[in-house]
């Protein structure tokens, strides 16, 4: 039984899919993920539009129908059977985010008790044996260990066990208890 | 420097002055802080009173205008010097407070930054060396040290080191700190 605190947008919603469609809706654009390797969207854009691409994501409705990455609720419900599953979100950067980010949380994971919600802005005080995320600076003030979900922007980060999808963070927990 | 999470209703923020006010306009009860001895107001309230007396958090602008307790800012201002401090609130019991907690939070004390508010339900996530809490159930999952922060409801709690107002909580800190 380990407790594993998993991070919401880029792991668990696909954030960035919705602010790639807002993006080029706006701007009559055609950015793809595969622009995205090893940066954040801001600095994918022209200069002047960089504001404006950073903004799209202070919506209130923004948070509100992002679409789940494929296994993450299979898996997660399984690992929930022998594990204590919190959902740790950085929400403090978008404070409008609060209701739309419970909301999408409840919808998606009935089987996850609000009460492991977690909305904070440093994830140094989330005190977890494992952390799933896609921005490895939450990282380095958790005391337990990183896995670093892949995404575009991180393609470039070492020095983190890397976990590509639900099926390998899956496979990673079996690993993990058939060495205790 | 140490680690210290403070939670905010009945710690920081007034909310039981608040509920008992609009319990009290609403019912044309005189219910005061000493009626709450040992309890919580939806047990010193008529029973067919209990469900309305409870419903009453449940508003977008409950949280909006709690008083603050006497002292907290000038002695977080001042612990802040020499630690980290986090707030911690059990947010998650009443979503609709998200963004009133957050206003509060950002216009009482502007020198906490927001990265270290921290909007939870079980306080067992929190990573930290102190929490002040008025609710002492806050503290069984907690691996650090409890303070309990007096209020009515907690007053027959064991157990605990029990601080009674904002001026020992510092006290408290300064005699651990020659303790070093």
Same mark, same amino acid.
């Given at each position: 039984?380990?407790?594993? =605190?998993?991070?919401?947008?880029?792991?668990?919603?696909?954030?960035?899919?919705?602010?790639?469609?807002?993006?080029?809706?706006?701007?009559?654009?055609?950015?793809?993920?595969?622009?995205?390797?090893?940066?954040?969207?801001?600095?994918?854009?022209?200069?002047?539009?960089?504001?404006?691409?950073?903004?799209?994501?202070?919506?209130?409705?923004?948070?509100?129908?992002?679409?789940?990455?494929?296994?993450?609720?299979?898996?997660?419900?399984?690992?929930?059977?022998?594990?204590?599953?919190?959902? =740790?979100?950085? =929400?403090?950067?978008?404070?409008?985010?609060?209701?739309?980010?419970?909301?999408?949380?409840?919808?998606?994971?009935?089987?996850?008790?609000?009460?492991?919600?977690?909305?904070?802005?440093?994830?140094?005080?989330?005190? =977890?044996?494992?952390?799933?995320?896609?921005?490895?600076?939450?990282?380095?003030?958790?005391?337990?260990?990183?896995?670093?979900?892949?995404?575009?922007?991180?393609?470039?980060?070492?020095?983190?066990?890397?976990?590509?999808?639900?099926?390998?963070?899956?496979?990673?927990?079996?690993?993990?208890?058939?060495?205790?």
């Amino acid at each position: 039984m380990a407790r594993i =605190a998993v991070d919401m947008d880029e792991v668990l919603a696909d954030a960035l899919g919705e602010h790639l469609s807002r993006y080029n809706n706006l701007f009559g654009a055609n950015l793809s993920r595969e622009d995205m390797i090893g940066r954040a969207l801001r600095h994918a854009v022209p200069l002047e539009h960089a504001h404006h691409a950073e903004a799209l994501v202070h919506n209130e409705d923004f948070f509100a129908d992002l679409a789940i990455f494929p296994h993450a609720q299979e898996v997660l419900s399984r690992l929930s059977e022998n594990h204590e599953i919190y959902i =740790a979100t950085a =929400a403090m950067e978008v404070p409008l985010s609060f209701r739309s980010k419970y909301d999408w949380l409840l919808r998606h994971f009935p089987f996850i008790s609000p009460m492991n919600f977690v909305f904070c802005g440093d994830k140094g005080i989330i005190d =977890a044996d494992y952390l799933i995320d896609d921005n490895a600076r939450h990282f380095s003030r958790f005391k337990g260990t990183g896995l670093l979900f892949d995404a575009p922007h991180n393609q470039h980060v070492r020095g983190f066990k890397r976990v590509h999808n639900w099926l390998e963070v899956e496979e990673f927990f079996v690993r993990e208890a058939a060495l205790v």
